[in-house]
């Protein structure tokens, strides 16, 4: 894709006029006939392409004018050239360039109205296969010459950059980079002179080059699906940047001159020490990061400077190389530290959150699908590597140049010190919280080791906590939950339902008119509801610690607490029900999915629902497995069959989980059999990838998610019409903050939905707030403390 110009054409271009061979006036007609034939074969090409695959004006145009301006281009320069006479090879650069404006047609077409995927391909697979001819036929007639390799090398790019364009339909911009390579080449060599310097013949080129134009040709015919088609795309993108690398550093070291140099080491060192100041002067919350947080001085930079100014060579290289290592580790703790706060609300734990991480693949597999995941994780990974690699070399690019630069770097040490020292001592502050005087990587690394030192003392605490006296597995089984036997008694948690979806929101007030809608239909049906608000544990994921803190007692706020009461023989209501009679029941669609051990082993569930056991049929809806409204009836067929023994169930829905999208419907409930009723409805939604694009696009699925998993719900409840039915319902957490926004708090709506007003003399002492939408006076308590007040309401 470089235009190769070897010494040879360079040393003609300085023979003396004198020197050149005279011209040959009999070989113009052959470049006028070229002339001719070039426009002729252009427009004979466009009306093939628009009788057979179809052509529209935009085609047309584009079509001509690149044949003719490749056709000038080609027989221009052999005219202005001292071989006059167009040689055999040329006139197969010129079928190429013919054809490669047929392509320019079609891709031009392409942004009207779709195109004939397979006239592009055929057409320019020929324009490919040629490539390899005319090299041949320059060879064999002896008539290679520096002018046709640079044609011909034009051509390839040219045809590279009109696949790019027609890819980057499909796979995104990004193609484009492939295709503008060549010309951001030429312009820098325009700009840099060194740039454009001879480049020496190089096989590894061309076999990129080819490999490039296979790929992308390949990439438009459809024959690949998206996924393949893009890791390709994209390992050819790596090729052309790979050889555009060597090539660039090739001309470095050949032809830059002593200023460039300058320049350029004085730019490198620019780089580093910005890349050291950033990484110091970063935050680790994403809303925090504005430019003016970066306005500050570090003292760990002037700290690493003075210390290497006094050392000796050797030991500085160590130092710089061990200082710039956990630099970058700093850097990964930041970006780890953005993404917990982003989506859970805090931090993350050094110790125990690395086991976070697989859930959080899961749903971005379930979203994405598992191939993109594994991408974008390897690329994940080896951008953190360099990333690492890139802030340790400039430790010690930074110490060596201020080393060999002593006297200056000192002037500029102190100078620096001077002015950090002034705004420590006046507290000045760029913007609230952010001192001109930081120390924020010092912090930052003392916030991680405090953080290890409290999750190791946590551990010991809570379990403690786990092991202590527990007055309410001590309750007599004949005086517990006396005021609710012979009732059926389920706690539904619903995904992501938070204190954001029913206040102060832009999709708040449609699902609040969903909630007056379902009083309405519970009154109509004889049922009651109280509600309040309980303070969850968790936010934007991680719901297994609000199921397990609801049932336990505890707070449970991370998974190494989570894992520790497991471990552990906690009474949970679970128990409490199982020891009073009822027959108990887990149905989860998405963590029961491998069996869930905790269910039987600490839960002791006498069954556990999953998607491997319901017999669902349907499709699922990215992390969804399937819709609430299946969950709903199958464990209507399967617990609440005529003459059913008293169930206590835990039922956790997942519709509005993240994503958020695509979304079921409502069907009949005599229409939900297996599920297969379900199958248009993926498609007929938008995709988590469409939605995720904006983030209002975002709150508006979150809002429908919502309102379709309390409709399905609370419909449910009336159809069944299940007198002796208690319901309680309550969020899990709050969506993470691209919906809750930032400082929201963990609320989350609780209610009891119930047909027996006993329930409701029972919990009277609660003072919960009647219906299903709680107030902003209605009562919040901890999700810690429901455990034991529900049973001592409903005991003896």
């Given amino acids: 894709m470089r235009t190769v110009r070897p010494a040879d054409e360079s040393a003609a271009e300085e023979r003396p006029a004198e020197a050149i061979r005279p011209v040959d006036q009999g070989a113009l007609p052959a470049i006028w006939l070229a002339t001719v034939l070039g426009l002729v074969a252009t427009a004979a090409l466009l009306g093939i392409l628009s009788a ?57 077409d392409s942004f009207a109205r779709p195109v004939s995927t397979t006239a592009l391909v055929t057409v320019a697979s020929v324009a490919l296969v040629l490539d390899a001819v005319d090299g041949q036929v320059a060879r064999r007639t002896g008539t290679a010459n520096p002018l046709g390799t640079r044609l011909d090398g034009e051509v390839d790019a040219f045809l590279i950059l009109l696949l790019s364009i027609f890819g980057s339909e499909k796979y995104g911009s990004w193609v484009l980079v492939i295709g503008a390579a060549r010309y951001v080449f030429l312009l820098a060599g325009w700009l840099m002179p060194w740039l454009a310097a001879p480049l020496p013949p190089r096989f590894w080129r061309k076999v990129v080059t080819a490999v490039t134009g296979i790929v992308l040709t390949v990439a438009a015919s459809g024959v690949l699906d998206r996924v393949t088609g893009m890791i390709a ?65 570090p003292v760990e930079l002037l700290v690493l400077v003075a210390v290497a100014l006094v050392l000796p060579a050797r030991p500085r290289r160590i130092l710089a190389a061990v200082a710039g290592f956990l630099l970058g580790v700093l850097a990964i703790a930041k970006i780890l530290n953005m993404a917990f706060y982003d989506t859970v609300d805090r931090a993350f734990n050094p110790v125990y959150d690395w086991s976070s991480i697989p859930s959080a693949l899961g749903v971005v597999k379930d979203t994405i699908g598992p191939v993109l995941t594994y991408i974008a994780l390897a690329a994940l990974c080896l951008g953190l590597i360099l990333l690492v690699v890139a802030i340790t070399a400039s430790a010690v690019h930074i110490t060596t140049v201020a080393a ?9 040490l102190v100078a620096l010190a001077a002015a950090w020292g002034l705004a420590a001592g006046l507290s000045l502050q760029v913007i609230p919280g952010f001192p001109v005087a930081s120390t924020s990587g010092a912090a930052m690394a003392v916030a991680q080791v405090r953080a290890t030192e409290a999750a190791v003392t946590d551990a010991r ?36 339902y938070g204190q954001v979806a029913v206040r102060g929101t832009s999709f708040s007030p449609a699902i609040d008119q969903v909630l007056h809608q379902s009083n309405a239909s519970l009154n109509r049906a004889g049922f009651s509801a109280q509600s309040a608000w309980t303070v969850s544990p968790t936010f934007g994921g991680i719901s297994q610690l609000a199921h397990s803190t609801l049932q ?158 309390l409709r399905v719900l609370i419909s449910w409840i009336t159809q069944l019409h299940d007198k002796n039915l208690v319901l309680v319902m309550l969020g899990d957490e709050q969506p993470n903050t691209i919906i809750s926004g930032i400082g929201a708090t963990h609320e989350v709506p609780i209610s009891i939905i119930a047909h027996d007003p006993s329930v409701f003399r029972q919990i009277s002492s609660w003072h919960w707030q009647d219906g299903l939408l709680p107030g902003r006076s209605a009562p919040v308590a901890p999700m810690d403390a429901f455990r034991n007040k529900f049973l001592h309401a409903f005991s003896r």
Avoid: C
């Fill in 552 to 709: 336990s007692g505890l707070w449970v706020d991370s998974n190494h607490r989570y894992d520790q009461l497991l471990a552990s023989k906690r009474f949970t209501l679970s128990d409490a029900f199982d020891k009073a009679g009822w027959h108990t029941i887990a149905d989860d669609p998405e963590d029961a999915v491998t069996g869930w051990p905790s269910g039987t082993t600490f839960f002791h569930y006498d069954r556990l629902y999953n998607r491997g056991n319901v017999g669902y049929r349907g499709p699922s809806f990215s992390y969804s497995a399937m819709p609430d409204q299946y969950t709903f009836a199958d464990f209507q067929r399967n617990a609440l069959a005529p003459g059913h023994k008293p169930v206590m169930a835990e039922i956790d829905t997942t519709s509005a989980h993240t994503p958020w999208a695509p979304l079921p419907r409502m069907v009949p409930w005599n229409k939900v059999g297996n599920g297969s009723i379900f199958d248009p409805m993926p498609a007929e939604s938008e995709s988590a990838a469409t939605v995720w694009r904006s983030a209002s696009t975002v709150r508006q699925f979150f809002g429908q998610s919502i309102r379709y998993s």
């Fill in 52 to 108: 057979t695959a179809g052509l529209g004006i935009a085609g047309w145009i584009t079509g001509l004018a690149v044949g003719a301006a490749a056709t000038a281009l080609i027989t221009g320069a052999r005219r202005r050239s001292d071989q006059l006479a167009m040689q055999p090879a040329d006139w197969v650069t010129l079928t190429r360039a013919l054809l490669i404006a047929g392509v320019a047609g079609l891709v031009a």
């Fill in 233 to 297: 795309v994209a390992v050819a993108l790596l090729l052309v940047a790979e050889s555009f690398g060597r090539d660039i550093i090739w001309a470095y070291r050949a032809g830059a001159g002593p200023k460039t140099r300058l320049t350029m080491r004085a730019t490198i060192v620019v780089l580093a020490v910005a890349l050291v100041w950033v990484n110091l002067l970063a935050p680790d919350k994403f809303w925090q990061l504005t430019p003016d947080v970066f306005l500050r001085i």
């Fill in 404 to 412: 060999r630069h002593r006297r200056g770097t000192l002037r500029g």
């Fill in 461 to 496: 605490r809570f379990g403690q906590e786990t092991r202590s006296s527990d007055p309410e597995a001590r309750i007599p089984a004949a005086d517990l939950l006396t005021g609710l036997r012979g009732k059926d008694v389920i706690f539904v948690f619903v995904e992501s």
